[in-house]
């Protein structure tokens, strides 16, 4: 699955709403052995969540959007495929999530490139099964350490903290991607018994975490962090 919704992969409810029916598709296929996650664009492999979708949105499409973020990370932490990440760009916050919904993370070996939990640099406090998903990955104090200061990981300080499993050059991000799946061809059951209570966590609280996501995005102050953000992003450009 190749990502691809330029300029860099930002997770819309439309583009949420595309991801989750092509999964779904794979899932069901029998002939489909796995899922190689990767992007279409130069740079990036998912700028996150799209910010627009938190911004001056209604109380009601900030409801519909959260419910796709949740779906999303439901059908690929919860997939039967065997599911890798190749990593060929930048992936700060949902797309962190993405990768770390994944088997294994392969990441393009370019130090300018980013992966990490930053939504403290938005104002934000990440949501439980971010964090939960981040704690499974590279353990508690690592997690604690990376939310608080909403850190962002060059890829050889990915691979020391675990976030990533292997790091290979650029041009052959693919290439791995492919070598390694075809080493697993079907996922042990311990997958399922490893992430089932993290699942079934947010399976109990969705719709209380849908309640939170909407009180807390559309408080004045949070539109302020996220306007100010924003307005960063666009000076960081000139
Ligand atoms: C109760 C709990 C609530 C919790 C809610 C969960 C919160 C957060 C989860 C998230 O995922 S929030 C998104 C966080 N993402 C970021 O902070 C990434 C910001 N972007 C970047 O760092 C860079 O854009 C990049 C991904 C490294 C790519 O850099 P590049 O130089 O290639 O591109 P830019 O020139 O910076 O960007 C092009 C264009 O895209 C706009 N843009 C970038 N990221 C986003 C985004 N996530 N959503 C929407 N739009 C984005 C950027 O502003 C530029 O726009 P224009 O100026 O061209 O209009």
Known sequence: MSLQNPPVNSLS???LTDICISVEKLEMDKTCRGLIITSSLPKVFSA????????????????????????????????????????????????????????????ADNPRYSIGLNETQLGIVAP??????????????????????????NPAEALKIGLVDQLVP?????????????????????????????????TSKREADIQNFVSFITKDSIQKSIGMYLEMLKKRKR
């Open 13 to 15: 409810l439309e583009f």
């Open 48 to 107: 996150g969540l799209d910010i627009m979708e938190m911004y001056g949105k209604s109380p009601e499409r900030c409801g519909e959007f959260w419910r796709a973020v949740q779906e999303m990370w439901l059908k690929l932490y919860g997939s039967n495929m065997v599911t890798i990440a190749a990593i060929n760009g930048s992936s700060p916050a949902g797309g962190c999530l993405m990768s770390m919904t994944c088997d294994y993370r392969i990441m």
């Open 128 to 153: 439980f099964w971010f964090k939960d998903t981040m704690t499974n990955t590279v353990g508690h104090r690592t997690t604690e350490l990376s939310l608080q200061l909403g850190q962002m990981y």
């Open 170 to 202: 650029e041009d052959q991000v693919s290439h791995y991607s492919h070598t390694n799946h075809d080493q697993v061809t079907t996922p042990d059951r311990s997958k399922s018994m490893m992430r089932k209570p993290t699942i079934d966590k947010l």
